[in-house]
């Protein structure tokens, strides 16, 4: 009898792990859309196909920049899901003529996710399409990585990142693009 209790229980435990496992597997998809969600899917793909850039880097710099908080503000400034800075937010308002901007509004969604798009195409234009110099110029600016360039700091390709001199700058473009290929992977397939 006790021989049998523990062979039956063994047993169970046994199937409810099968069965955990199994579930886990036919779900897999839905869980990793869990830790990686795709809010403003309307917005992002929308001012993706605008300016001609991957809908799923601007999830993933949204993803890595503020988790898909509208409202995040970093310790320096940036503000909303796109993490804009308020100088560059009225830069791109003016180069967008958009009329009667307020650093505010960048905490609105709509217009976050269209003035990062629109940063991001002008970055891919700058830097030729190279996608981890325009994640870098994205985090540490344009101007700093034509320095590092220029300067032979550093070589301006992926496998050299650990030569970006700013480590805030370097740790970003290694989670952007990891985070990059990870959006791409769940929802393109």
Known sequence: MFISNIFFKKAAVIIIILIVVALLFFNYQRIL????????????????????????????IIKVESKFSADATSPKGARGLMQIMPTTGRWIAEELQVENFTTEDLYNPELNILFGSWYLSRLMQVFRDDLTLVIAAYNGGEGNVRKWLKDRRWTGKEKDSYQIPFPETRNYVEKVLKTYQRYKRIYQD
């Open 33 to 60: 859309k869990l830790f990686y969600p795709l809010h403003y899917q309307e917005a992002i793909f929308n001012y993706a196909q605008e300016y001609e850039i991957d809908p799923y880097l601007v999830a993933a």
